[in-house]
């Protein structure tokens, strides 16, 4: 499955923002879908994932109670609605997917990757 993410943007502190993510072929509904950030001079982290059938989320510590990740399979897109935005948001957003076992927070557990959206969150 192909992946782009879409929407970010420059926000304040305290606004909110919604990611989308627009997967091409007919097999999205089969995979596990992820979102995950990179800040300037960090490591790649987790960020939220959601089941094939959304019955399963997982969010970061960071992130929990802030963000929501969500998805349309008749759309083939997953979204991760971002609230509460903090300027330790800013970075790099990244989607992917993962085809087979359990939906997990393991950047090495995901084998198709899109291209980041920048967010930056100003104080």
Known sequence: VQLQAYGGGLVQAGDSLRLSCAASGSTFSRYHMGWFRQAPGKEREFVAAISWSSDTTLYADSVKGRFTISRDNAK???????????????????CAGRRFGAVVGGIGEYDSWGQGTLVTVSS
């Open 76 to 94: 083939n897109t997953v979204y991760l609605q971002m609230n509460s935005l903090k300027p330790e948001d800013t970075a790099v957003y990244y």
